[in-house]
């Protein structure tokens, strides 16, 4: 193939793109007017059936690495623990994020003080997939709110990307103790 052929393809694929991009499809963006979102706005109206809470300890297992084949081999995930502020009006407050290798040693505490999450904030912790903390990882979360609040989501997300392959799942928590 001569350069100016290669060259030809290069602007005629960038063009296309450059066109492609440009639709009006493309254009349209999500809108961002967060000043018009009230909670009152929708059909369904606050009748106190969903479980409401003013804090939790949850044990939240995490897989650092998984066992695969024989012989023991493992096969290392990243993961990161997400906790989402499902409440639209009431804040809550992260008091304790600390995470624990499959001996029960303490391996990291992720909060060096407090962390407030506003009405529908989310907040993730990540461990990388160098981590050896095994199958047995988890992480101890405790929040606590000033109000009775929906009860947040919390999980953990396990993610493993290798040689063209890819694994990934989630966990949700155990609640350890509760605040109502």
């Known amino acids: 193939m001569n350069k100016s052929f290669f060259k030809y393809i290069v602007i005629s694929l960038l063009a296309f793109s ?10 349209q963006k999500l809108p961002h007017n967060q000043a018009n979102f009230s909670p009152n706005n929708f059909l369904i109206k606050e009748n106190n059936s969903a ?13 650092s690495n998984i066992p695969y084949r024989e ?3 493992l096969y290392d995930l990243s993961a990161f623990a997400a906790i989402h502020n499902t409440d639209f009006n009431y804040p809550l407050r992260i008091s304790k994020v600390l995470f624990f290798g499959n001996d029960g040693k303490l391996v ?3 909060l060096s003080k407090d962390t407030i999450l506003q009405p529908l904030e989310a907040i993730n912790f990540f461990v990388p997939d160098k981590d050896k903390s095994g199958t047995g990882a988890n992480f101890i979360i405790e929040w606590i709110s000033d109000s009775l609040i929906n009860e947040p989501l919390i999980e ?6 290798k040689s ?3 694994i990934s799942f989630l966990s949700t928590g155990k609640i350890l103790r509760e605040l109502k």
């Open 164 to 166: 063209g392959q890819g």
């Open 156 to 161: 953990s997300v396990m993610i493993g990307l």
């Open 108 to 110: 990291s505490n992720f």
């Open 51 to 63: 479980k409401k809470v003013k804090g939790q300890i949850l044990y939240l297992p995490v897989y």
């Open 71 to 73: 012989n023991n081999r």
């Open 18 to 27: 450059q066109f492609a991009c440009s639709t009006k499809e493309m254009k």
